[in-house]
């Protein structure tokens, strides 16, 4: 059963043990203090379950729910999947192992939902490395033909709908467009929120748009337009 306003923070992590210091100490300097961490170790083989359990005790002292749950290795999605399962609050937030947040977050967040009850979740501008993400108002048009919203977004757990789990690119796109089918929209917070650091993670392939254009042999690019047929097939867009 979920809580009144308590917010559910889901991390998968796979062998990230450095990245996750950055990503909890971030999560205890959230200014909304009314959240539960949910941590899925997706079968790691560095020491990410010894930094864990180092650092739940710190939730701890705060009198804050900290679950550590280890499976082995399934994927980014069947591990936001099995978070979800053990999530007790009205919001959701699927929160990647190298995310640093802003202090105001989840606060602004969570007003940007209060304020639009008509939507499902609320995104932000992001920094990826040094690269700036300057995004725009929702436009359900403008996503079925590009992947732009993050997928640490705060989702209203009634809106929520399960990962795919045979998705391995444009993980978040997928879940933003089976949300449209449903009638799920979100809003746009217009502030730099959160950095995703670079050294792992969904977008740790991000090339500059001018490579897509000009360098289409490479081996990222035919990754990368292979992933996008994947969806537009899935999701029928033509």
């Known amino acids: 059963m979920s809580q009144n306003n308590l917010i559910s923070i889901i ?10 210091r950055a990503a909890l100490a971030s999560i205890l300097s959230q ?10 170790n997706d079968g790691s083989t560095d020491n990410t379950a010894v930094t864990l359990e180092e650092l739940k005790h710190k939730f701890w002292q705060k009198k804050i729910r900290c679950k550590i749950i280890q499976q082995n290795n399934q994927g980014a999605n069947a ?10 609050g009205e919001f959701i937030i ?26 499902s979740y609320a995104y932000s501008s992001f920094i990826f490395g040094k690269k700036k993400f300057k995004l725009w108002p ?3 048009e403008k996503l079925k033909q590009m992947p732009y919203i993050h997928s640490t977004s705060l989702i209203r757990r009634e809106h929520l709908v399960s990962w795919d789990a045979e998705i391995k690119r444009l993980q978040d796109w997928d879940l933003w467009l089976t949300m449209l089918v449903q009638g799920h929209t979100g809003v746009w917070v ?14 740790s392939h991000w090339l500059p748009k001018f490579v897509y254009r ?5 081996k ?13 097939k899935k999701h029928k867009i033509f």
């Not at 796979?14 to 996750?20: G, L, R, S, W």
């Not at 990222?220 to 537009?232: M, N, P, Q, R």
């Open 11 to 20: 991390i998968p992590v796979y062998n990230q043990a450095e990245e996750i």
């Open 31 to 40: 200014t909304y203090k009314n959240y539960e961490v949910i941590i899925v």
């Open 79 to 88: 591990a936001r999947n099995r978070g979800a399962q053990e999530a007790r």
């Open 94 to 119: 699927f929160w990647d192992a190298d995310i640093v947040a802003a202090p105001e977050m989840l606060e602004k967040m969570r007003n940007a939902l209060q304020s639009n009850p008509e939507v």
């Open 138 to 140: 929702f436009d359900a």
């Open 190 to 203: 217009p502030e730099f929120l959160f950095t995703v650091q670079t050294a792992h993670g969904t977008m």
């Open 214 to 218: 000009w360098l289409p042999w490479m």
């Open 220 to 232: 990222e690019v035919k990754k990368y337009k292979e992933a996008v047929e994947i969806i537009k």
